[in-house]
């Protein structure tokens, strides 16, 4: 499917708005919600019994030419074939036309890009972590989430309401005016609608095509180097020689005597027992939505002082150079786990990208992630073999420097931003900076790995799975009836 382009000089932004439905609107979107995890979990069942049906066949001595075809999992053969299931399927025959089309649709689209993915990391052509085949999504744990693409999705006058396709006008929080205002200017153009409910309650967000013009910086000229901690959110080191602190706010910390607190009234109370098929108690329900309004409160004010925080610095420097951390393995370590989680490197890395190139087309400089800055002297370069955590100011042996370990090495971030001289600094340049060298051995990675397992050229699932094969990918007819559903 052709991925959408933007016209030049329009951004793809999303406006996001809680919402205050009723009793009745409230059911509705959660019925939309379950329809689309109802038609997820088909279609997975639906392509996936092609692939057991052909392993028993295997078994019997079948010749391969007779085989079951393959089932496709492409988007529109999934939506022609559930067009064709849903009237007489017993799951959805007595209330699929209770939801718009778009419910299904949405379930569809993500059991099709859940197949892409699982195929192209078998093949070796998805990065990161490899991913498993498509499981059914449970109705007790699955994320309440619908996608709207079609039919009216807009902005009633006021700002007061939103209207989407089945459901009709559902009140908004707060004033929805900053998006209205711009779809009356003729500067945005609403692309679809998402509904979803996490932090216990209900949101919206609208996908807009929006035009949008480079904000200048107030600093274009000055490079600033960002060094992210826990003890110190983030220590900011600019070529001018200036050095701030942010202090890491620890919202978790600040919370956790609440929760504790919240926890012990939960654990009192008679909750659900899946062995059992106990149902909770309505003291256990409201004990257990007090708890988790504090983690929800907690996620807000992270979020709300994470995009400060990225937003101040996008907007006063020309240059921002940060370190590749691995958030991930940093993870594993149990004892700062919690804090590196309630910090959230990750997401200020991923703020700090699209807000310099979206919105102000400066650079972004990300430095190796074997690059030494915290054993690197500041002031004359040299190198130390070691450096353990738990030292944290930085005495040099060749010069004779004292300074803060962060300090250090916020300076020798600013100063990669002279090396890294290439890229044009628009908005959208992918080669911004160089990889930069490791300068000693010693800082390279030292502890053994395992390789990973060669990819094979045989089946896209494996040898233990009937899965689709890499040849036969394309979409293919059904020409003969399953058995085994």
């Known amino acids: 499917m052709k991925m959408f382009q933007a016209q030049p000089g329009f951004v793809v932004q ?8 009723n009793a009745t609107q409230e059911h509705s979107l959660c019925s939309h919600c379950g329809a689309a995890r109802a038609a997820y979990n088909w279609a997975v069942g639906w392509v996936e019994a092609s692939w057991w049906q052909r392993r028993a066949e295997e078994s019997y001595g079948i010749a391969e030419e007779q085989l079951t075809q393959w089932r496709p999992w492409s988007l529109p053969s999934l939506r022609k074939a559930f067009n064709e299931a849903k009237r007489t399927d017993p799951r959805f025959a007595a209330w699929w036309e209770e939801n718009s ?16 993915n699982y195929a192209k990391s078998k093949r070796g052509q998805r990065k990161g972590k490899r991913v498993g085949m498509p499981r059914f999504k449970s109705k007790r744990k699955a994320r309440l989430s619908c996608r709207f693409t079609t039919g009216t ?74 060094d992210l901690g826990v003890k110190t959110l983030a220590v900011m080191a600019d070529s001018t020689g200036e050095i701030r602190q942010i202090p890491n706010p620890g919202h978790y910390d600040v919370a956790r005597k609440q929760l504790r607190r919240a926890s012990r009234a939960v654990s009192r109370r008679r909750g659900p027992d899946r062995r059992t098929g106990q149902k909770p108690s309505k003291r256990w329900e409201k004990a257990n939505a007090a708890r988790n309004k504090v983690h929800h409160r907690v996620a807000n004010l992270r979020e709300d002082a994470l995009h400060k925080l990225t937003t101040a610095v996008t907007a006063e420097y020309g240059t921002l150079v940060v370190e590749d951390l691995g958030v991930a393995g940093m993870l594993r370590n149990r004892r700062l786990a919690r804090r590196i989680a309630d910090a959230g490197f990750g997401e200020i890395r991923r703020q700090l990208e699209y807000k310099t190139r979206r919105r102000h087309a400066t650079r972004i400089i990300v430095a190796d992630r074997w690059y030494p800055s915290s054993k690197t002297c500041s002031g004359c370069g040299a190198v130390k073999a070691k450096l353990p955590l738990h030292i944290r100011t930085y005495a040099c042996d060749a010069c004779h420097l004292v300074i803060d370990r962060d300090d250090n090495a916020a300076r020798n971030l600013a100063a990669l931003a002279a090396a890294a001289g290439t890229g044009t600094g628009v908005a959208g340049d992918q080669d911004t900076a160089p990889a930069v060298s490791k300068p000693r051995g010693a800082d390279q990675k030292t502890r053994t790995t395992r390789t990973r397992r060669k990819v094979s050229a045989g089946r896209a699932g494996g040898a233990t799975l009937p899965h689709q094969r890499q040849t036969e990918t394309r979409d293919r007819t059904q020409t003969e009836a399953l058995t085994l559903w």
């Open 14 to 21: 999303a406006f996001r708005f809680a919402l205050d439905p």
């Open 153 to 226: 999705i807009r902005v009633e006058a006021g700002g007061r309401h939103v209207t989407l396709p089945r459901l009709g006008a559902i009140r908004v929080h707060e004033s929805a005016v900053k998006l209205l205002d711009r779809v009356r200017a003729g500067t945005a153009r609403i692309l679809s609608a998402t509904v979803r409910h996490e932090r216990g309650r209900w949101f919206v967000s609208f996908q807009a095509e929006v035009k949008r013009d480079l904000d200048r910086v107030a600093r274009p000229d000055v490079a600033v180097g960002i």
């Open 101 to 116: 089309k778009e419910a299904y649709s949405t379930g569809l689209a993500n059991a099709a890009a859940a197949f892409d």
